[in-house]
């Protein structure tokens, strides 16, 4: 923590006077009491984020699923298991911030009617019915005077059709893109940032240095509005 | 791990010259490569009872499903994600076992057919087919000269109902059965074992001492064999 304080204190402060609200990890849509529908996301990328936006300055609520990461020196953080409660907690924290960040991997559907009691085995076939979760960036993105919003985009193909297309879709001013196979779980990645300009390649770095870079770049596009 | 190793050095070396398979943790059953099925078990119970049966002087080897613990003292681990990967490690360590211990919370089920690349959004309802998983202690004990089995069985009400019917069903010597409500992920729980003789409750406690008093109970049986 003292090392973490030192280091804060001789970073540029991008996002001094600003406030930033993330969602990190995977959600855990229940099933039943014991079982879930969740996803592989170690929650390292948001976590570095919400250090990287912490050190340039920003007041930083960080909205988690379930991981196994320590809070970050100078974040706040909510955690929530399934997409409803990250969306509340979202909700709860959004009014007055000025940039949103989604990197959560939130489920796209949830179990239609989880069990209250664990549901045993039988040994037939069975499903699940699901529902769609809400999309927490999208209703963000479409509040009036929406703070500024990044998103996320976790491919395993075809990713500058998928990031780019998201971007426009939720009309997002930026968005960053990154290949499954390239990064999940691991401590480094390579991403592209993609934004009205157009497409911008960030090499593969360790994920705190990444989420600098995207830092960066964000005040950069925050500060040019 | 010099404090465990003295802890190690004084504790009775009730499992000298016996080899342990384990499993532990959840397992994670993929429904494209970012997205699966799994539960909510930490592991702690199964990295207990490992730690408890090196102590007490076993060769122990620990397959483990996708947790955020570190390999105990003394064990060797085998990481595995799906319950058929698990089902694969437990076969190629079995063999020369005298005690297996199922304490993995094995998803019953997996997606019948996991999609090659990520499944897009699509705003409507949908559902996920799935076929069971094989059930890896039943399997264990059906051998010819099975390991002494030890079962584990999480229940959210009716706990002696069933975990004693899991005991006879599938003709285990010895079953731990705790509601999941007392200790799923917690540090500690409370349990009742369940022998030929009838069951026996353990009044609440940390999982490493409730890990002892079960690998107590268990080196018991195995002496009286």
Same mark, same amino acid.
């Given at each position: 923590v003292l090392c973490e304080a030192v280091i804060s204190h001789f970073?540029?402060?991008?996002?001094?006077g600003r406030k930033v609200v993330l969602t990190a990890g995977p959600t855990f849509e229940a099933i039943d009491p014991v079982r879930g529908i969740t996803n592989s996301s170690s929650g390292k990328m948001g976590y570095a984020l919400a250090r990287a936006c912490a050190h340039a300055g920003a007041e930083v609520v960080l909205v988690s699923g379930p991981v196994a990461l320590p809070v970050p020196y100078g974040v706040t953080r909510v955690s929530v298991q399934s997409a409803l409660a990250m969306r509340e907690a979202v909700a709860a924290a959004i009014?007055?911030?000025?940039v949103f960040i989604g990197v959560a991997a939130v489920a796209?559907?949830?179990?239609a009617t989880p069990a209250e009691h664990k549901i045993k085995k039988s040994g037939e076939a069975m499903s699940i019915a699901l529902t769609p979760n809400p999309d927490i960036l999208a209703e963000v993105a479409a509040r009036?005077?929406?703070?500024?919003c990044v998103g996320f985009a976790a491919e395993s193909r075809d990713l500058d059709t998928y990031a780019e297309g998201k971007r426009r879709n939720k009309r997002l001013p930026m968005v960053v893109g990154n290949l499954v @196979? $390239?990064?999940?779980? @691991? $401590?480094d990645n390579q991403v592209v940032i993609y934004d009205e300009a157009g497409r911008h390649p960030v090499p593969r770095a360790a994920k705190d240095n990444l989420a600098r870079s995207i830092v960066k770049h964000l005040a950069d596009l925050l500060a040019a509005r």
């Open positions: 970073e540029a402060k991008r996002l001094a009014d007055d911030a000025d796209d559907y949830r179990p009036p005077n929406p703070p500024f @196979q $390239d990064g999940l779980g @691991q $401590d």
